[in-house]
């Protein structure tokens, strides 16, 4: 059990001229499932390196449970770390491979056989102790990884993307699996990975990280609904948020959206921070916040525009996903429509955003604008 | 309806009409690496005025008492133990050192790691034939010459280049993965080279005992210069000796030949599969 404390941590790596991480601090609470994602190149595997011990530590520093570890070396952390390509020794049976790490330890023999035994029989790996690695299939095998990593009782797990060798439906069982061995255990986890899926279902908190920074931290809806900028928000969510450019009109007291042939009041966001963005932002909303048909009359946030024709139509079973191109406006909408969608490629339709749903993003900087809260103002703000 | 037939004889007939050139290759290859071998054990069987009488008839009585004769008379009996201690300790060497520098240039980056690869892979492209003046001064200097140690020294020096040049390639392909599981295990670096690298490593290092044995054993040029006593020899040179200046007992070098021959084919029937299979194969499926 332990916290994980991490400092303006960066890293340059030999040879390279950019900072691979630059200078991220984050600190995991005891306990806690910490994801960090990015897309590939994003520099999370590093940082998880550098954590492990595997890395040397450019600048910063990590603690655990408040202690600086950047000289411990890898062996002496306590930390135990489930790989990618799972790092199953090939020579050693699943039982060796569950007691590699515990012998070494000078641990004694009965208390080995009895961690095994356990961790094997909570990762329903019983049958296969005495196999070796090539004759698992790949969620054995992911499983005998997890079990080495359960049995070592480490101060904080480790995970560098280990659910992405597995087939889709493996994935959803074992990514169940692995949550509830965490929550039962209780051991402070962190979890890199690409994937937001996993990400949103299994972090406490999620960490977003781009270019070697980090993005925004916080809770995994949190992060989705106030996304902190542009590249969070497109990174959030599949099919990934609209974002619109739209033009700013207005003087220092009221302000209008333009886009298309369109013109809303932009009453959500504050007056003075408008008008100092250069007359141009990014209406960002995401494709379950735009309606084929109004879901609720009478509501003014909802904005409906006329005339916008379908691209194209895709049928996923549970959902049609719409792509739309708006009068005057380059960027195609996606729409996340019901399974029961009546449009057609060609087609014209009049759709419906829903405003309070929706973001401005600063198009210079990529940051997002604070909203107001306008309820308690009058009026909602109404096509002008 | 008509299943599909089987195919047809004359289908079958333009099949190995067309795989002719081929089978004609491996009969050719075959009986010219074969034939000689099978020659000489022929002739092992049989002594030199039979042989003289007709080179390439079968033994009409088979002598086994020859090879007798040639292990106790001829001194081939210290030829081999000779030849056994330098080989098996040369190989020992060479395995247990050429792991070493093998897993380190794999995986290690180091200040100079690549200066000393190209001094050790060096090693490749230089010919013996240039290097033997200075060894035997060197091994004169230091009292190795006309001694195994110094024989076994210069066999490990000579070979460690392509023992690192195929292990190093080997090792490299062992997963980065595996080497830091083990040490969060809590393994330091020896033991992970004990422990990971050399298990794994199993088939790469069968590849380089079967081919540094088989040549060290056939070694003749280094031996011929560095040792010069009787009792010293090693098989190769033992040969020799039945070639003496006068005449040449063709039976009993045939005899001699055999028994030089025996160690390599054993070793080459037990361990040619993994050898094949270390030099083809990945490290880690």
Known sequence: MATVAITALSKLYDGGGELAVKDLSLTVADGEFM???????CGKSSVLRMIAGLEPITSGTVAIDGKVVNEVPAKDRDIAMVFQSYALYPHMDVFNNLAFGLRRRGIAASEIERRVQGAAAKLGLLPFLKRKPHALSGGQRQ?????????REPKVFLFDEPLSNLDAALRVSTRNELIRQQRELGITAIYVTHDQIEAMTM??????????????????????RNPANTFVARFLGNPPMNLIPVTIQGDAR????????TSLAARCWPAERLSRLDGKALLGIRPEDVYEASP??????????TGASVVAVEPLGAETLVVLSLPGVSEEVIVRSGRESKLRPGE???????????HLFDQATTEVIARIDVKREAGWPRTA | MIAPAAKSPAHNWAAHLRRSPLL??????????GGPFLWVAVMSLRTTPEIFASPYALPSRVHWEKFVEAWTKSNYGTYFWNSTIVVVTAVALLTIIGAMVAHCLARYRFRGNRLVRFVILSGLILPPQLMILSLFQILLEYRLYNTLTGLIIVYVAGHLAITVYILEGFFAQIPQDLFDAARLDGYSDLEIFWRITLPIGVPALFTTVTLNFIILWNEFLYAVVLLTEDDKRTLPLGIMHFMGSHQLDVGMLATGLMIAIGPVILL????????IKGMTAGAVR
């Open chain 1, 35 to 41: 994801v960090l994602l990015g897309p590939s190149g």
């Open chain 1, 203 to 224: 972090g406490h908190r999620i960490c977003i990280m781009s270019k070697g920074e980090v993005v925004q931290i916080g809770k995994p809806l949190e992060v989705y």
């Open chain 1, 254 to 261: 009221s302000h209008q959206l333009r886009f298309g042939g």
């Open chain 1, 296 to 305: 609720r009359s009478g509501d003014e946030r909802l904005v409906a525009i």
């Open chain 1, 348 to 358: 014209h339709a009049t759709i419906q955003l829903d405003l309070g749903a929706a």
């Open chain 1, 143 to 151: 499983r005998v990884a997890l079990g080495r990593a359960i049995v």
């Open chain 2, 24 to 33: 004609a290759f491996m009969l050719i290859y075959t009986v010219i690496s």
């Open chain 2, 268 to 275: 080459y029937a037990l361990f040619s599969e993994t050898m």
